[in-house]
Nanobody
Framework: QVQLVESGGGLVQTGGSLKLSCAVSGRAVSRTTMAWFRQAPGKEREFVAAIRYNGYTYYADSVKDRFTISRDNAENTVSLQMNSLKPEDTAVYYC??????????????????WGQGTQVTVSS
């Protein structure tokens, strides 16, 4: 059984940084696609970033050049370094895993396993 546990959220000012982590059990992060999504109040869950088994990374346009997804194969964790944070980045951030094809990894429906989420709040 795959389990995901996010951590690292918090309150930060505009322009600040945070690093989220996702601890994974039951599946090797090096052999699957791991992704971060986020959901703001009243909005649908949206894709943020993903890292595939081959190490290739993918980002939403809204976070490109500000966020970096990475993984630690030894620790079996995935991280999201978030820099230059903006108020519009405020959301609950979720870690997910999928074995879907590349064309599907930006879709919420491709993911059947999620963590509990971690709140990120960016004050203006």
């Amino acid at each position: 059984q795959v389990q995901l546990v996010e951590s690292g959220g918090g309150l930060v000012q505009t322009g600040g940084s945070l690093k989220l982590s996702c601890a994974v059990s039951g599946r090797a992060v090096s052999r699957t696609t791991m992704a971060w999504f986020r959901q703001a109040p009243g909005k649908e869950r949206e894709f943020v970033a993903a890292i595939r088994y081959n190490g290739y990374t993918y980002y939403a346009d809204s976070v490109k050049d500000r966020f970096t997804i990475s993984r630690d194969n030894a620790e079996n964790t995935v991280s999201l370094q978030m820099n230059s944070l903006k108020p519009e980045d405020t959301a609950v951030y979720y870690c997910g895993t999928t074995n879907a094809v590349l064309s599907a990894i930006r879709s919420v429906s491709a993911y059947s396993t999620w963590g509990q989420g971690t709140q990120v709040t960016v004050s203006s």
